[in-house]
């Protein structure tokens, strides 16, 4: 059954997402909606032949092909007031941005439970490449309590929303890998770099060397999840899978776009909206 998706936010997450959707034949764009006509990412979409506005949600809500999803690609202060607007109007909301508003979902780990809500929060990007593995690495070492996972992405790939959201990041992406893995004390670190050329999305995920009582299993459930998330990822890689280095152990992956809006050093917009993408299609 074809899914109406409506996309909120024609930023660099947005029209990733929205280039992404438009390779799915299940799914129909019925609006992408900002608040400034002159916006780059209208006039994609518009050269695209898609619907758009610059009225924000409230065109979305008035349009007569109603759509079954909204995806909130704005910024976190916005989510509250748009979840209400589509909860009132009876569209399930997918967030995008860190506002820890609705369930949190990482789909190799949560899915079915997550689809059952209304709000579904998409975490981002460190947190889809890192709880896959930090659930691994729990599950193999019952007592670990402690997990650091820093995150790089490109200045190229951060939009506006993002550098006002980085402390929304953190403590959304610190609060999802603490309730979906049960891991108690969590550190996690985003670097934005400038490089030129722009470098590709990393994951670093770093634990104490004495808390891996069972490494061969620990490696065994790391590739399980890798490839559990590989199934709607494609450009998941793993750099280390996992490797002690004095006290520290590390586990590292790297994540290729698939040049749908930037080029594939955009692993951070990747892997976020496949994971988005996973959920409309299981909805
Ligand atoms: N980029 C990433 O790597 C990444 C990864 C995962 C999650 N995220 C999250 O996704 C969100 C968007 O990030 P981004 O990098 O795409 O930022 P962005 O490029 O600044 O995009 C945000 C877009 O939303 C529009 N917007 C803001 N408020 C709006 C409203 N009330 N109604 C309609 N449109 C509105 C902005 O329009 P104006 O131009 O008029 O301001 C802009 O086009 C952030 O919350 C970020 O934390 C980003």
């Given at each position: 059954m074809t899914k109406k998706v409506a996309i909120l936010?024609?930023?660099n997450i947005g029209?990733?997402?929205?280039?992404k959707c438009l390779k799915e034949e299940e799914i129909e764009v019925v609006m992408f909606a900002g608040r400034n006509y002159n916006s780059k990412g209208l006039r994609l979409a518009s050269s695209l032949g898609v619907p758009i506005t610059d009225r924000s949600i409230d065109a979305i809500i008035k349009l007569k092909n109603k759509?079954?999803?909204?995806?909130?690609?704005?910024?976190?202060?916005?989510h509250?007031?748009?979840?209400?607007?589509?909860?009132k109007n009876k569209i399930l909301i997918i967030d995008m941005t860190p506002a820890n508003y609705g369930i949190s979902c990482c789909p190799a780990i949560n899915l079915t439970e997550c689809i059952k809500e209304d709000n579904i929060n998409m975490i981002s990007c460190g947190g889809q490449s890192s709880i896959p593995i930090c659930y691994a690495i729990k599950a193999s070492n019952a007592d670990l309590d402690y997990i650091e996972v820093v995150s790089t992405i490109s200045s190229a790939s951060a939009g506006l929303a993002t550098r006002r959201n980085i402390s929304n990041y953190i403590n959304t992406t610190e609060n999802a890998i603490m309730n979906l893995t049960g891991i108690k004390n969590v550190k996690v670190i985003i670097?934005?770099?400038?490089?030129?050329?722009p470098i590709r999305m990393k994951?670093?995920?770093?634990v104490e060397t004495q808390q891996i009582i069972n490494y061969q299993e620990t490696i065994a459930n790391i590739k399980l999840m890798s490839d559990k998330t590989r199934e709607y990822?494609?450009?998941?890689?793993n750099i280390i899978i996992l490797k002690s280095f004095g006290e520290k152990t590390l586990s590292q992956i790297e994540i290729i776009g698939s040049g749908d809006y930037f080029?594939?050093?955009?692993g951070n917009l990747e892997i976020i909206n496949c994971a988005a993408l996973k959920v409309i299609k299981n909805l």
């Open positions: 936010g024609p930023g029209c990733d997402l929205l280039c759509p079954d999803i909204i995806v909130d690609a704005t910024s976190a202060i916005y509250k007031s748009h979840y209400e607007v589509a909860k670097n934005i770099s400038p490089a030129i050329p994951t670093s995920i770093f990822v494609k450009g998941l890689k080029e594939e050093y955009a």
